[in-house]
């Protein structure tokens, strides 16, 4: 089986049973304020990490290139309270002339 | 006496539900593309939208594995991004009270939205919450797997992703995803340093590494208040 076939199934599985644990587990648990913030924490290091690997990164090194660019105007429209698709068009179609150019 | 049996307007829970579920469907074009530009196959792609369905973790697998990381890692990075869904559970079961296929169902459905409106309900009683519950996770359910498949076949008819921006409509998505959740000084304090401390990590550590190291920033930052 390729990498990209276990990585779909396995994660789907995982991602599954975490949701399902959900439903199983005491209450109780989530009423510690640790838990919540480290919860919360999580999904915020993950993404913002997930932002400047695919903004940076090409293998084993860091360049700047045509999708910096289009992220950089993401972070523009978002800040002026673009939503998603707008969001996400914008950065495919800035990167996308720059990267034709 | 309690409010789970209070009336409430179905078709204004139905509105807000849709509302949320339309919009958010219709980026799966988004996650649809990003997958075919990362090298997974029409299949793999759909699979990922109706077995995994949860868009932070199925684009953590697509980038992972598009950036040439192992499948270890975007396991990883998948899994811990579907972490909260976890918490999300824990938070509707005494709402939902479900019990065998329906707890499976229920179970794969609770994602940030379907969560999201049955909380925004709750002041209108549990039923109204329930509604929110199913009307906004079978409606994104849907409309994100059929549109993951319009992207999907979208994608594999126009060529070289870089021309279309695919590669930067990626880091995008992961940008649109974290803004609403960078609400004080501490969130916008553990994005930067993520942020930092990924692209620190790049030259020296193997694809995928980068992004897994930054959940020791959550524990550290969240273990005190």
């Known amino acids: 089986m390729s990498a990209l076939w276990i990585a779909t199934l396995v994660t789907s599985a995982i991602c599954f049973i975490l949701k399902y644990i959900g439903y199983s587990l005491p209450e109780s648990l989530l009423n510690k304020p640790q838990v919540q913030r480290i919860n919360s924490l999580i999904p915020i290091a993950l993404l913002s990490a997930l932002v400047a690997v695919q903004s940076f990164g090409a293998e084993n090194s860091i360049v700047f290139d045509h999708r910096l660019a289009g992220v950089a105007v993401a972070a523009v429209a978002l800040r002026l309270g673009a939503n998603f698709p707008t969001m996400m068009l914008l950065a495919a179609v800035v990167s996308a002339v720059i990267y034709r150019l | ?225």
């Open chain 2, 1 to 225: 006496m309690s409010l789970s049996g209070a009336p409430f307007d179905k078709r204004v829970v139905l509105r807000d539900s849709l509302a949320v579920a339309i919009p958010v469907g219709t980026y799966g074009a988004a996650f649809g593309a990003a997958a075919i530009g990362s090298g997974f196959s029409i299949l793999q792609t759909c699979l990922l939208s109706l077995l995994l369905f949860s868009g932070a973790s199925q684009f953590a697998v697509v980038g992972v594995m598009g950036a040439g990381g192992s499948a270890l890692s975007a396991i990883a990075t998948g899994s811990l991004l579907g972490l909260r869904n976890g918490l999300y559970g824990l938070r509707m079961a005494p709402v939902l009270s479900l019990t065998g296929i329906k707890k499976i169902i229920g179970a794969q459905l609770t994602i940030d939205e379907s969560t999201g409106v049955a909380l925004n309900q709750e002041v209108k009683g549990q039923a109204a919450s329930r509604y929110g519950f199913w009307a906004t996770g079978i409606g994104v359910y849907l409309f994100w797997n059929l549109f993951t498949l319009i992207g999907a076949l979208g994608a594999k008819s126009i060529g070289d992703p870089s021309a279309w921006g695919l590669d930067a409509a990626v880091p995008a998505a992961f940008l649109g995803l974290v803004w609403p959740r960078l609400i004080d000084t501490k969130s916008k304090l553990v994005s930067i340093s993520a942020a930092v401390l990924a692209l620190l990590l790049i030259p020296i550590a193997p694809a995928g590494v980068p992004i897994i190291a930054t959940a020791l920033l959550a524990i550290a930052f969240g273990w005190r208040n």
